[in-house]
């Protein structure tokens, strides 16, 4: 049996031998298994500060290759664990609920809750812009979760 990552998030870090072109270095990858086989793929739509991904995917069977790979914490909802001062100004507080997520390149968005006053959804609301996050600022969020629920 090879010694595979687990199903999740990762940053390439080196380019797939024979692959190069569609895994090169520096990239979001989602490892996922579909009927026993472990399979690695490319991001696809990105919807909500989210990605969905899709075809082709590519069976994985490089455990050397795999072991290169940078794991990801999962997208989704995160307290921050300290204050996030801006340079000129402004901040993030400790606790405030973010989403995370990430570019093509495989970098970390957090993107802050906001609630808006003027609405009269009781809801929270991400902006589709967000701030970059250091891989040790990621490593630093706390999981939240939330209930998902599906529209009818």
Avoid: C, H
Avoid at 45 to 52: D, E, I, S, Y
Avoid at 99 to 117: D, P, S, T, W
């Amino acid at each position: 049996m090879l010694d595979l990552p687990d199903n999740g998030l990762y940053r390439t870090t080196t380019a797939m031998p024979g692959q190069e072109s569609a895994f090169p270095a520096g990239v979001l990858v989602y490892v996922g298994e579909k009927n026993g086989q472990k399979f690695v793929v490319r991001p696809g739509q990105n919807k909500n500060n989210r990605w969905f991904w899709g075809e082709p995917t590519t069976p994985l069977r490089s455990p050397t290759w795999s072991r290169t790979l940078k794991k990801l914490p999962s997208e989704g909802f995160y307290n921050l664990a300290e204050d996030l001062n801006f340079e000129g100004g402004g901040k993030w507080l400790k606790n405030a609920l973010v989403q995370l997520g990430y570019n093509a390149e495989g970098k970390g968005i957090i993107f802050v809750g906001e609630n808006r006053e003027s609405s009269e959804e009781n809801a929270l609301y991400f902006s589709d812009k967000g701030m970059m996050a250091s891989d040790e600022l990621m490593e630093t969020l706390t999981w939240a979760p939330i209930l998902p629920v599906k529209a009818n």
